[in-house]
């Protein structure tokens, strides 16, 4: 009896819930033009769709439920379910900002224009219309306050800086949330995937995420079905790129004539091994006389080690919504050859978003996210270095079909063309699954539970074989394979809380979570020799005869996190929110393990106010919006077990004989190599922010700035010890603070939508100022870099040396100078900076900045019938470049291939020259750190420009399909700089242009973008 009245409640149940659901429809149309609008997002409780190409919409929904309609560029709409409201058409007008945008934000979301703190939202497909591999790469310039540099290497490696750096030795990187999955490497996932990016670049938007969050954070969610039809689009793109920059080298005759000047200058002989002897170098027949198999070259190496490269992808996107569910399918190929022959980057991504609402109070999904990443590495990654120093001289191949190398002479670096054929089948490989399972149940109205649990797991692996050569008189005469592979599986258990309350004008969000991430990873390495074949076919480890080395080891790492948070609003005019966070982290020892971490925001929309809209100026200013927060983040980012002294076994470095038996043989030991601190700690970001919101003639003028000051404090970095202690890493300690404090800007104006000529502009604007406040807590004031140094007062990493003077050009001016070492007619003349008449360490100063005094990003669209185009600079102004290439390439002091600059060195009969006299002994040391090497790193460029067409409706209609768009794309135009080195960008942060650069690119894309 008791189950026949259960089964009847449930029937009765379901009979309610269906009696109060209706189906409603309508057409949305745009207000000002009357013209349906196409892909509208209709939301009517938990269920949502988009309207048709008509306008037409039809959804699901119950009583009093709030049906919402939102499209960018125009306000959102909402309406409530009744009785009475079969027919639900809406009109919307334009909101050329779209403020009322949803973003997620810490576990939550918001409209964008409650947004309190320093949160940037990305405009995606702008982004997109650079056709990167990398997300990031194409966000560079765009975004106030955020810096990315990147390399030219396939797959774009990016380093990514928000509001300056907070840590020395610590992690700088953000901390990246997938679809609420935090990671710090979104390397694989495909960019045609990401549907929306926040960042939050406020401690008070970042605080909830507390222990990684000092940084800033960068939150995506990717994307997921919204029509009830199926939806296809299919995206291609092909394109050419060549080097950007470059150096003129010394040919073969060139290098002769440096070389005798050099000679002269020197009082040495005019003679060579290569050059011969006489009063002007000859280029012999052979440079390996008597064996004669090397005829002489004339190579320019960078032409033929960096070629023109081809760059490739498809992508291939499903979507389907219903009531009870929505689905997406993404399926993504992308291959970039790299300029460096035989490097490539390949990536396989496969997408599977899904969610299925199992009743009207559970939902449940999961994100998913496959990747198959391949790709072939330079060895050792120098082969610019190898490049730019090989004499020209030395040919590609010598007559036996070998690759070139040195003889006599004539250096001793590798052929770096035969270097990256030899390795051309060494390859990266790896998976990557990176995705969460999620549950959502309404518990009571307004109080909802989400569980996700998460996986990061990467498999990677690397094989290379080494087979024998012979490059001039360099031979190998045995071959060896190395492989290696590594695994890593990191989980994350997030569990929230969320209660949202509307009544009157009180609108409150409470939410509270704790979270559970565990990290562990294993490698194993391994290497053979002595293969009696080199075909593919037998390069497996068990092909060779001699086991040369094998090592592996472990980590581990886990976190857990307790947090809250209030989000308060009043009649839309006072908005106010609180957070606190507590974390542990295992990377600390008992003593500090654990950090808190609160925040508090608030905002006032003085556009809200009636003393506002009483005043004539309402009519123009159509928002306006006072924001400020103040927050503190953490920093765990240094290795694990640091706080621990740690032992390792090698038979190579521990001898030892510990049981002290005194026996024959080698005894195994234990060697530290690590000396740990149990007292280190977190490091600390404090930050404050004031910010403005501004919206002018009904928003389609957008102004947004910010000001902060942020600090960091307890600096992480690694002690300097005394040779007493032994051997083993220096114990971790925290050691002083920084300080950044700066401002940003974006201006935006899109003129209204019902002008033929449609065009937007974004303008950002970021200044930031960056010094160390204390570097000494340990004893030391001075933490020395490779260029410059950390000091109070300073920006970090300033360039510090001497202060180069011009070129001794006359005896008397020789004369006339301080006592400086070397000196004389030619040479570099340092300033005598303290005045005491010596040229001495205590003449060194600050030479300038790796950090610009501001930076510029101008994005500018246009759209006139069927044709679209897009063009975006950007530029950087004030920062200092210190050019290490100049300073190998610019001196004679090395054995290798020189500048061609070097044709016009000072010589008696050259005195107005401002290059050094040639001369192989360096008396006056001008490898020191000076002036002498720092150049301007200020520059304008376009650095992307599309140019699209749209195919007309009424011939898509006739092809069957919803959209047709063919488009060019260039990036790095042109740029205008007085930088004359090899590139204006280093990669990272310290401005340091090194020989290990992967070069950047210029390139010309074609590409369509079709849906069915």
């Known amino acids: 009896m008791g189950k026949i009245i259960c089964l009847f409640t449930l029937l009765l149940l379901v009979q309610v819930t269906f009696a109060q659901q209706r189906q409603v429809a309508g057409t949305v149309t745009n207000k000002t033009t009357g013209i349906p609008l196409e892909g509208v997002t209709v939301q009517a409780g938990k269920g949502v769709t988009v309207t048709d190409g008509s306008g037409k919409f039809s959804v699901t929904a119950n009583k009093g439920d709030r049906v919402i309609f939102t499209f960018t560029g125009m306000k959102s709409f909402t309406l409530t379910v009744n009785d009475n409201s079969p027919d639900m058409s809406v009109k919307l007008e334009d909101d050329p900002q779209n403020l009322n945008e949803i973003v997620v934000v810490g576990y939550t979301t918001e409209k964008k224009k409650d947004l309190k703190g320093a949160v940037a939202v990305v405009k995606v497909g702008e982004a997109l219309k650079e056709t990167n591999s990398n997300l990031l790469a194409s966000l560079q310039g765009r975004i106030a306050g955020v810096n990315i540099t990147t390399d030219g290497a396939p797959g774009s490696g990016t380093v990514v800086n928000i509001r300056g ?110 050059y011969g002897s006489g009063p002007a170098p000859v280029v012999p027949a052979f440079i390996d006389a008597p064996a004669n198999t090397l005829p002489a070259g004339n190579v320019d190496y960078l032409k033929e080690v960096y070629q023109p490269a081809a760059n490739m992808a498809y992508n291939l996107g499903i979507t389907k919504a219903a009531d009870k569910s929505n689905f997406y399918f993404g399926l993504n190929y992308n291959r970039e050859e790299g300029l460096a022959k035989y490097t490539l980057y390949d990536r396989l991504t496969l997408r599977l978003n899904s969610s299925f609402k199992v009743s009207n109070r559970i939902t449940f999904g999961e994100n998913l996210s496959i990747g198959y990443l391949t790709g072939n590495r330079e060895p050792e990654g120098r082969t610019l270095e190898s490049a730019i120093f090989q004499y020209a001289i030395i040919p590609l191949k010598d007559n036996l079909g070998n690759w070139g190398g040195p003889v006599k002479n004539l250096g001793d670096r590798l052929s770096p063309i035969g270097q990256l054929y030899l390795n051309r089948d060494n390859k990266n490989r790896g998976w990557r699954t990176f995705g969460n399972v999620f549950a959502d149940i309404e518990i009571i109205k307004g109080l909802t539970y989400r569980g996700s649990f998460a996986v990061d797991q990467i498999n990677s692996g690397f094989k290379g074989f080494y087979p024998k050569y012979t490059m001039g008189r360099f031979t190998q005469a045995t071959n060896s394979l190395s492989q290696n592979t590594s695994s890593t599986l990191n989980l994350t258990a997030t569990h929230t809380l969320n209660y949202a309350w509307q009544k009157a004008k009180h609108d409150v969000q409470l939410l509270a979570g704790y979270e559970w991430i565990h990290n562990q990873s294993e490698s194993f390495f391994v290497t053979r020799r002595d293969f009696a074949l080199e075909i593919p076919a037998y390069q497996y480890l068990n092909g060779g005869t001699a086991l040369a080395d094998a090592n592996g080891g472990a980590d581990e790492y886990g976190l857990i996190g307790s947090f809250g948070k209030l989000n308060y609003s009043y009649d839309n005019k006072y908005l106010i929110a609180a957070s606190v966070r507590r974390d542990g982290s295992s990377r600390f020892g008992p003593l500090n393990r654990y950090g808190v971490f609160p925040a508090v925001s608030a905002a006032w929309r003085i556009s809200e106010e009636k003393f506002f809209k009483d005043h004539p100026v309402s009519d123009k200013i159509s928002d306006l919006k006072l924001r400020a927060s103040w927050g503190k983040n953490g920093n765990d980012g240094i290795p694990n077990y640091t706080y621990s002294t740690n032992f390792i076994s090698a038979v190579d470095y521990s001898y030892y004989d510990l049981p002290g038996s005194n026996g024959p043989g080698q ?8 000396i740990g601190n149990p007292l280190v700690k977190w490091e600390a970001s404090k930050q404050t922010n004031i910010g403005l919101d501004l919206g002018i003639f009904s928003n389609r003028l957008y102004l947004t700035a910010d000001y902060y000051i942020k600090t960091t404090d307890d600096l992480l970095y690694p002690a300097l010890t005394p040779g007493v202690l032994g051997e083993g890493r220096p114990p971790f300690i925290n050691v002083g603070d920084i300080k950044n404090s700066g401002i940003e800007l974006l201006l935006s104006y899109r003129n209204k939508s019902n002008q033929k000529l449609k065009y937007n502009f974004d303008l950002t604007f970021t200044s930031i100022k960056n010094r160390a406040v204390s570097v000494g807590t340990d004893g030391n004031d001075i933490r020395e870099t490779a260029r410059g140094r950390i000091i109070k007062g300073q920006p970090l990493f300033v360039f510090y040396g001497y202060e180069a003077d011009g ?41 300038g900045s790796p950090f610009p005094k501001f930076t510029l990003g101008l994005n500018t669209g246009f759209t006139y019938g069927d044709f679209d185009a897009t063009l975006f600079f950007d530029a950087t102004v004030g920062n200092k470049i210190y050019d290490e290439i100049k300073s ?35 008396t006056n040391d001008e490898l020191r750190t000076s002036s002498y090497y720092i150049s301007s790193g200020t520059f304008f460029r376009m650095k992307s420009a599309v140019i699209g067409y749209n195919l007309s409706k009424n011939l898509l209609n006739k092809v069957h399909l919803s959209k047709l768009r063919v488009f060019v794309q260039a990036q790095n135009l042109f740029t205008i700089t007085s930088f004359e080195g090899f590139d204006y960008e280093p990669f990272g942060f310290e401005g340091r242009l090194t020989q290990t650069l992967y070069p950047h690119s210029r390139s010309v894309t074609f590409g369509v973008n079709v849906g069915f």
């Open 888 to 922: 190998n390439t610019h001196n004679v002091f090395f054995n290798s291939n020189h500048h061609r600059d070097l044709l016009n060195a000072w010589s008696p009969a050259n005195t107005n020259s401002d290059i050094p006299m040639l001369t192989s002994t360096n």
């Open 807 to 847: 070129i001794f050009k006359t005896q008397k001016e020789v004369d006339d100078h301080a006592t400086q070492a070397g000196k004389g007619l030619g040479r570099i003349r340092y300033r005598d900076i303290n005045g005491d008449k010596q040229i001495t360490p205590d003449d060194r100063t600050y030479l």
């Open 667 to 674: 005894q195994v030991g234990y060697y530290s190599n690590q």
């Open 165 to 274: 750096i907070s840590s020395i030795l610590g992690d700088i990187q953000p901390l990246y949330i997938v679809d609420g999955v935090p990671t710090k490497d979104i390397n694989g996932i495909s960019p045609n995937d990401i549907e929306s990016l926040q960042v939050m670049k406020d401690a008070a938007s970042a605080a909830i995420y507390g222990a990684r969050g000092a940084n800033g954070v960068i939150v995506i969610a990717t994307k997921r079905g919204k029509s009830k039809q199926v939806q296809v689009t299919f995206d291609a793109f092909y394109g050419t790129k060549k080097l950007r920059g470059g150096l003129d080298m010394l040919n073969a005759q060139e290098y002769g004539q440096v070389l005798w000047q050099q000679k002269k200058n020197d009082n040495q002989p005019l003679v060579d091994e290569v």
